[in-house]
Nanobody, 121 residues
Framework: QVQLVESGGGLVQPGGSLRLSCAAS????????MGWYRQAPGKQRELVAT???????VYADSVKGRFTISRDNAKNMVALQMNSLLPGDTAVYYC???????????????WGRGTQVTVSP
C-alpha cells in the first residue's frame, strides 16, 4: 500500500505564508504526478497545483504568482510554499500522487488525509 502524509497547515493572518509538505511511502515503483488540491466548506475539491516527475507545473489561476510547488523525487516528497495568503485560501489541503505500485503496471491515485489551512485576522 501507499501512504501520503501531509504536514504544515495552520492558522495565519492575511498576507502571511505557510509551507505544506507531503511525503509518500510504501510499495512504490514510480510516482508520476504529485500535487495539491483543496476543499473549502460547501465547495468542491479543486486543483491548486501539480508537478510531474520531470518538473512541469500547473497552477490554478487563483494562486499563480503566490504559491510555488516543488518536488524531491529522491525523497518522494512534494511541497507547496504559499505566500500572500488570502482569506479565500482557507480550506483543507490534500496531497495527491499518481503512483505505479510495486508489482503493477497501472497508475493509481492516492490521497493524503488533508491538512487545514485557515487565513484569518
Amino acid at each position: 500500500q501507499v501512504q501520503l502524509v501531509e504536514s504544515g497547515g495552520g492558522l495565519v493572518q492575511p498576507g502571511g505564508s505557510l509551507r505544506l509538505s507531503c511525503a509518500a511511502s510504501g510499495r512504490i515503483q514510480r510516482i508520476n504526478a504529485m500535487g495539491w488540491y483543496r476543499q473549502a466548506p460547501g465547495k468542491q475539491r479543486e486543483l491548486v497545483a501539480t508537478v510531474t516527475s520531470g518538473g512541469s507545473t500547473v497552477y490554478a489561476d487563483s494562486v499563480k504568482g503566490r504559491f510555488t510547488i516543488s518536488r524531491d523525487n529522491a525523497k518522494n516528497m512534494v511541497a507547496l510554499q504559499m505566500n500572500s495568503l488570502l482569506p479565500g485560501d482557507t480550506a483543507v489541503y490534500y496531497c495527491y500522487a499518481g503512483v505505479v505500485p510495486l508489482d503493477s503496471t497501472w497508475n493509481r491515485d492516492f490521497w493524503g488525509r488533508g491538512t487545514q489551512v485557515t487565513v484569518s485576522p
